[in-house]
Nanobody, 122 residues
């Protein structure tokens, strides 16, 4: 088990920005951000593999950027141009299995954080 601790969520107006952080206790090969809104399925937001290659959900459309600081075992999600439909619980996830590219399928990730709420008001 690799504990993951998210932070950085909050309430922001439409068009605003937030940065989410995920601190991991140790290195994981594939990491990503996922989200789930009430009544909806969990969906992949952004993932990154150990080579640094990234992949994004289609709804991101250039608004979000995933990055990681390997020295600190910390994953980030920079979110710009936020929309009310981005409102959801955002989860950090990690996998010890190296896949290239990292999958957006949430079922491929073994370890999960507790989530951080992002609310975008119109």
């Amino acid at each position: 088990q690799v504990p993951l601790v998210e932070s950085g969520g909050g309430t922001v107006q439409a068009g605003g920005s937030l940065r989410l952080s995920c601190a991991a206790s140790e290195y994981a090969c594939s990491m990503g951000w996922f989200r789930q809104a009430p009544g909806k399925e969990r969906e992949g937001v952004a993932v990154i593999d150990s080579a640094g290659s990234t992949n994004y959900g289609e709804f991101v459309k250039g608004r979000f950027t995933i990055s990681q600081d390997n020295a600190k075992n910390t994953l980030y999600l920079h979110m710009n141009s936020l929309k009310p439909e981005d409102t959801a619980m955002y989860y950090c996830a990690a996998s010890p299995i190296c896949r290239f590219p990292a999958p957006l399928d949430w079922s491929r990730y073994r370890w999960w954080g507790q989530g951080t709420q992002v609310t975008v008001s119109s």
